[in-house]
């Protein structure tokens, strides 16, 4: 399974940009990139995902490098409640089965007033 | 109704107790999701249902029993747990296994279970 490696914490300023990286070496070709957050006593949330294009929606917009072995989730103006658990995950796709996701360590993002 | 409903939010049971969590969901989504959450750690997969069919099975210890009794609904029969079986259980739905929208969850608030 392709894995994922985040940094453990980020701290962002209310109201700039939030730059989450993420780096999946050994992604195979046709393997998705998501991107899901969860905040605190909630559910996961799907922010964004993508195969090798750079995507945008009202939430996030993703970026993945041409080699797609690293990518980054940028939140454009981040707010006290984008406070939460970033995880980046690599789409396992099973034949027969289907896509399957699963979650890496992911990374605690505390944005700050 | 785009959400993921959960029941009971909160459950404390003993060792020997028999008892199910239910998830439900109202959006047309055919694929249907258990994982596990321990504090502190990400969500692990433990089952995955495509069309009221077990799909996927992450080697879960057979004390855990899913079913899927329609497109809709989503149960985890629970069976003499152990204490480290207690934990966030979190429901998820998605349009499909594969297609547009496949792999975007939904996911539900979570039932959190207490193993005495």
């Known amino acids: 399974d392709a894995k994922t490696t985040q940094p453990t914490s980020m701290d962002c300023a209310e109201g700039r940009a939030a730059n989450l990286p993420c780096n999946h070496s050994?992604?195979?070709?046709?393997?998705?990139v998501y991107w899901y957050r969860q905040i605190h006593s909630q559910g996961p949330q799907y922010i964004i995902h993508g195969l090798k294009n750079n995507e945008t929606n009202e939430m996030a917009s993703l970026i993945i490098t041409e080699d797609r072995k690293s990518s980054t989730l940028i939140l454009p103006h981040a707010t006290l409640r984008d406070t939460a658990v970033y995880y980046c995950i690599v789409r396992v796709w099973i034949y027969n089965q289907g896509g399957k996701l699963i979650f890496g360590q992911g990374t605690e993002l505390s944005v700050k007033p | 109704d785009t959400e993921v409903t959960q029941t009971p939010k909160h459950l404390v049971m003993g060792m020997t107790n028999k008892k199910s969590l239910k998830c439900e969901q109202h959006?047309?989504?055919?694929?249907m999701y258990w994982y596990k959450q321990k504090a502190k750690k990400p969500p692990e997969l433990m089952f995955v249902y495509s069309y009221e069919k077990l799909s996927i099975n992450e080697s879960v210890p057979s004390r855990f029993s899913p079913e899927c009794p329609n497109s809709s609904l989503l149960n985890l029969h629970l069976h003499a747990l152990q204490p480290e079986d207690s934990a966030l259980y979190l429901c998820a739905s998605s349009p499909g296994l594969a297609g547009v929208g496949a792999n975007v969850l939904t996911f539900g608030a979570g039932s959190r279970l207490t193993v005495l």
């Open positions: 050994t992604i195979s070709g046709n393997e998705y």
């Open positions: 959006m047309g989504h055919r694929a």
